[in-house]
Every structure is written in structure tokens, then in C-alpha cells.
């Protein structure tokens, strides 16, 4: 059993930026981390991947150059930073572990997931 703890969650202004952070409660069964995002009235969306090593990487091009997915192995943790921000980027944003699929984005190729936080970015 993974379980996961994001924070970070804020209202901010376009143009400005956020770091959430998702806790792990043991890696040793992480092969993969990621990242989803949800609005009200649309299917969840995966807006950025990367295996726990760190050595590949994805995203969705929606945030491309704006976000910046990274883990701290020591302290059991991943990020995603979020810059330039939008208002199309407000959404409740997950973490999720374990992948078991084969396609990062769809989510159900996730096993375990964290509560959600809230990005609330205004124009």
C-alpha cells in the first residue's frame, strides 16, 4: 500500500507560480510518479510523468515549459512546479503511484492515488 499527500494547492494570479508537493509513504514500490489535474466537468487529465529514477520524463504539451515535474528520493517527495500560470490551469491537481499501464495519461493506469489540492488561478 502507497500512500500519497499532496499540498501546495493556492488562488494565484495569472502569471504566477506554485509548487505542489506530494508526499510518498514508501517508495520502495514506486516505479513511476505523476501528476493529474481535474476541473469541474471534465475527465481527469495527466499533465506530467517521470520515473522515479528521474531519468524520463513527460508532459502534457499544454504545460510544457511552464511545469517541472522532480522527486527528492531522501525525503520521499515529488514536486511539480508551476510556472506562467493560466486560468486554464485551474483544476484540483493529483498525485498519483504505481503505474501498471502502459499509457501515462489515462489514469487508469495508476494504482494508488492522493486526495487532490486546489489551484484556483485568476485573470
Known amino acids: 500500500q502507497v500512500q500519497l499527500v499532496e499540498s501546495g494547492g493556492d488562488t494565484v494570479q495569472a502569471g504566477g507560480s506554485l509548487r505542489l508537493s506530494c508526499a510518498v509513504s514508501?517508495?520502495?514500490?514506486?516505479?513511476?510518479m505523476a501528476w493529474f489535474r481535474q476541473a469541474p466537468g471534465t475527465e481527469r487529465e495527466g499533465v506530467s510523468c517521470m520515473d522515479w529514477s528521474g531519468k524520463s520524463i513527460y508532459y502534457d504539451d499544454s504545460v510544457k515549459g511552464r511545469f517541472t515535474i522532480s522527486r527528492d528520493n531522501a525525503k520521499k517527495i515529488a514536486y511539480l512546479q508551476m510556472n506562467t500560470l493560466k486560468p486554464d490551469d485551474t483544476a484540483v491537481y493529483y498525485c498519483a503511484a504505481v503505474k501498471f499501464g502502459t499509457v501515462w495519461y489515462n489514469s487508469t493506469a495508476w494504482r494508488y492515488w492522493g486526495q487532490g489540492t486546489q489551484v484556483t488561478v485568476s485573470s
Open positions: 514508501s517508495v520502495y514500490r514506486v516505479n513511476h
